[in-house]
């Protein structure tokens, strides 16, 4: 799964976040401008048209297709029998066989996490390398005053 040229982002988010939102479109723009700057995405992968982790593989495909390139965007999926299976914008497809092994594949060998753009509750403190933003933008002026 470790692909060593770029560095990988995992995104965690809500699969809820319904197609054309401010907070999908805020996902979107941030998939595709971390493709831009030559990241590996990761996500869930899964709820096709729906949720965060859609929404960023898609905005990162726009941006492979705008640019000519083809950086990974990657899904960890799990329960395909009753999810779903990956988004067709994941370039590379990893299958879990729980939710802890899909947890762990998730995170292996990610330089970021970026969680769900609102507040979930997470405790801060639990994961120092989490990115917390209240937009993509502010994501991406954290990436840049502090580069991976």
């Given at each position: ?12 988010g809500?699969?809820?976040e ?7 479109l ?21 709820c096709?048209n ?6 960023v ?20 999926v ?13 370039t ?19 330089q ?37």
């Amino acid at each position: 799964m470790q692909q060593k040229a770029h560095k990988i982002i995992t995104i965690f988010g809500s699969s809820s976040e319904k197609k054309g939102s401010q907070l999908y479109l805020d996902a979107e723009k941030l998939g595709y401008e971390l493709c831009k700057q030559k990241f590996i995405i990761r996500s869930g992968g899964q709820c096709e048209n729906q949720g965060i982790m859609s929404a960023v593989s898609l905005g990162a495909e726009k941006a492979n297709k705008e640019f000519n390139t083809n950086h990974s965007i990657q899904g960890i999926v799990i329960f395909e029998k009753d999810w779903g299976g990956a988004v067709p914008q994941c370039t590379d497809i990893f299958r879990a066989e729980n939710i802890g092994q899909r947890t762990e594949m998730l995170c292996k060998d990610s330089q970021a996490f970026i969680e769900n753009f609102e507040d979930q509750g997470v405790n801060e403190s639990v994961l120092d390398c989490f990115i917390f933003c209240n937009s993509s933008q502010e994501i991406l002026d954290h990436l840049s005053q502090n580069p991976l």
